[in-house]
Nanobody, 127 residues
Framework: QVQLVESGGGLVQAGGSLRLSCAAS????????MGWFRQAPGKEREFVAV????????YYTDSVKGRFTISRDNAKNTVYLQMNSLKPEDTAVYFC????????????????????WGQGTQVTVSS
């Protein structure tokens, strides 16, 4: 049974940092791109960042560029999201997800191309 478990969320003041982790079990995802998405109350789930299956390629939504860093450890089947200089508008539930196409050339940012999802971890940034 495939399972993704996010952790590391919490309450932080504006300007602070958090590091999210997403541990996968049930199968290896070393040949799949991995993404982070977030969903704020009353809003649709939106793309945040993606990392290529080899770890060499990353892509971010404009609002987090320069502040967030995505990384992965294939030996641990885990993907991370380091979030610095957090802003109140970063408040959301953060989800990790697996690109449904192994060894995809390029990256995708639409949630419909991701088929395994974690349960999410809440990130709250106070002003």
């Amino acid at each position: 049974q495939v399972q993704l478990v996010e952790s590391g969320g919490g309450l932080v003041q504006a300007g602070g940092s958090l590091r999210l982790s997403c541990a996968a079990s049930g199968r290896t995802f070393s040949t799949n791109n991995m993404g982070w998405f977030r969903q704020a109350p009353g809003k649709e789930r939106e793309f945040v960042a993606v990392i290529g299956w080899s770890g060499e390629r990353t892509y971010y939504t404009d609002s987090v560029k320069g502040r967030f860093t995505i990384s992965r450890d294939n030996a641990k089947n885990t993907v991370y999201l380091q979030m610095n200089s957090l802003k109140p508008e970063d408040t959301a539930v953060y989800f990790c997800a697996v690109d449904r196409i192994p060894l995809r050339i390029g990256v995708v940012t639409t949630r419909y191309e991701y088929d395994y999802w974690g349960q999410g971890t809440q990130v709250t940034v106070s002003s």
